[in-house]
């Protein structure tokens, strides 16, 4: 059964940080490219940054470049995204996204929200 959770997400002030992890079963998670994605209510969901499977290669939305950084632990199966100077434009449901090597197979996780207030 494929599982993908995250956690990390709450409540924090205009230039805080957060570390949002995702933990994956189910899967060989060192075979998928992994990305975090978010959205708000009334828009569409947002690529906020992705990581491949093999060399690491990072891309991330212009709005997070140089705050956000996305990393992958496989020998624990997890996805970390970690969150600094973050602004109130950041507040969303923040979720993470598998995607097999040959696109075949997409596995996203429930989500976590992220609330980001003075």
């Known amino acids: 059964q494929v599982q993908l959770v995250e956690s990390g997400g709450g409540l924090a002030q205009p230039g805080g940080s957060l570390r949002l992890s995702c933990v994956t079963s189910?899967?060989?998670?060192?075979?998928?490219?992994m990305s975090w994605y978010r959205q708000v209510p009334g828009k569409e969901r947002e690529l906020v940054a992705a990581?491949?499977?093999?060399?690491?290669?990072?891309n991330y939305a212009d709005s997070v470049k140089g705050r956000f950084t996305i990393s992958r632990d496989n020998a624990k199966n997890t996805l970390y995204l970690q969150m600094t100077n973050l602004k109130p434009e950041d507040t969303a449901w923040y979720l993470c996204?598998?995607?097999?090597?040959?696109?075949?197979?997409?596995?996203w996780g429930q989500g976590t929200t992220v609330t980001v207030s003075s």
């Open positions: 996204k598998a995607i097999s090597l040959d696109g075949r197979y997409h596995y």
């Open positions: 189910g899967f060989t998670f060192s075979d998928y490219a």
């Open positions: 990581i491949r499977r093999s060399d690491n290669i990072v």
